[in-house]
């Protein structure tokens, strides 16, 4: 199993990790602040998950974004992203609460420019804290995750990744395409789906 880096360490970062450890994936995971203020989030979470700065958890191959969207570009040179896997959770709210304006642009592109030759993957963030940290096998079915990439070897690697976790991926094409779908003012944006 790949060690995989969680850079944000909020309910979103928290929610992605409890269900990375259900399958023994060794983390990293960081905040804004010193890796010793994550002690009982660590205690919390149990063996799998270490806490340390933010460019060792930007080190594994893949990376999880579960920071605020408007912090992305503090990532900006922290270390060369090319070829780094990075699943995206962020969504394009700015610090004062309100959503983004971001013309003919989307979120997810945006993201891909403040981290030159990163392999965007889309994935969770239409999803609560609460439903991502929650079973994902409902009665007979999957809660589903929307994921889009320009990237269809990461992307395919994203996805098998969120079938082991046990929730149901479902492919929404391109970050351009998909990654509209899924933002905030996106049709996709909240929903929550169960695959049977």
């Given at each position: 199993?790949?060690?995989?880096?969680?850079?944000?360490?909020?309910?979103?970062?928290?929610?992605?990790?409890?269900?990375?450890?259900?399958?023994?994936?060794?983390?990293?995971?960081?905040n804004?602040?010193?890796?010793?203020?994550?002690?009982?989030?660590?205690?919390k979470?149990?063996?799998?998950?270490k806490a340390?700065?933010?460019?060792?958890?930007?080190?594994p191959?893949?990376?999880?974004?579960?920071?605020?969207?408007?912090?992305?570009?503090?990532?900006?040179?922290?270390?060369?992203?090319?070829?780094?896997?990075?699943?995206d959770?962020?969504?394009?709210?700015?610090e004062?609460?309100?959503i983004?304006?971001?013309?003919?642009?989307t979120?997810?592109g945006?993201v891909?420019?403040?981290l030159?030759?990163?392999?965007?993957?889309?994935a969770?963030n239409?999803?609560?804290?609460?439903?991502?940290?929650?079973?994902?096998?409902?009665?007979?079915?999957?809660?589903v995750?929307?994921?889009?990439?320009?990237?269809?070897h990461?992307?395919?690697?994203?996805?098998?990744?969120?079938?082991?976790?046990?929730?149901?991926?479902?492919?929404?094409?391109?970050?351009?395409?998909?990654?509209r779908?899924?933002?905030?003012?996106?049709?996709?944006?909240?929903?929550?789906?169960?695959?049977?």
């Amino acid at each position: 199993m790949k060690t995989i880096g969680i850079i944000g360490a909020g309910h979103i970062g928290q929610a992605i990790a409890t269900q990375l450890l259900k399958i023994n994936a060794p983390l990293l995971i960081s905040n804004s602040r010193e890796p010793e203020t994550l002690k009982a989030f660590i205690v919390k979470l149990g063996k799998g998950v270490k806490a340390v700065s933010t460019i060792e958890a930007a080190g594994p191959d893949i990376v999880v974004l579960a920071l605020p969207w408007w912090e992305v570009k503090s990532l900006t040179g922290l270390i060369n992203w090319s070829g780094k896997i990075v699943i995206d959770i962020t969504n394009e709210f700015i610090e004062d609460g309100k959503i983004a304006e971001l013309g003919n642009k989307t979120s997810t592109g945006i993201v891909l420019e403040q981290l030159p030759g990163a392999r965007i993957v889309k994935a969770f963030n239409t999803l609560f804290a609460a439903r991502i940290a929650a079973d994902p096998v409902i009665g007979d079915g999957r809660r589903v995750a929307f994921v889009a990439s320009d990237d269809q070897h990461a992307k395919a690697e994203v996805v098998e990744l969120i079938k082991s976790i046990g929730f149901a991926p479902i492919d929404l094409g391109t970050l351009a395409l998909g990654g509209r779908l899924t933002e905030v003012k996106g049709v996709f944006s909240g929903i929550d789906l169960v695959k049977l």
